[in-house]
């Protein structure tokens, strides 16, 4: 399922293919080292209001970059 990630700052959004690409870019990229799946999915459920600096979402298929 893709997944969007909208900066809690800059209010820039990031779509990537599945959690697992947005855990490995957070991880590589933004040097979260912890950066887990789990996080993300209880943001994009709404359990939490943001993960690593970002709010997330599950995108609709038709939405994928």
């Known amino acids: ?27 590589v990229l933004c040097g979260e080292k912890n950066a887990a799946p789990s996080h993300i999915c209880e943001c994009c459920r709404g359990r939490i209001k943001s993960a690593y600096g970002y709010s997330g979402e599950y995108a609709e298929e038709d939405e994928e970059s």
């Not at 399922?1 to 991880?27: E, M, N, Y």
């Open 1 to 27: 399922i893709p997944v969007v990630g909208t900066d809690v700052v800059t209010c820039t959004q990031r779509t990537f293919p599945s959690l697992i690409d947005a855990v490995a870019w957070l991880k």
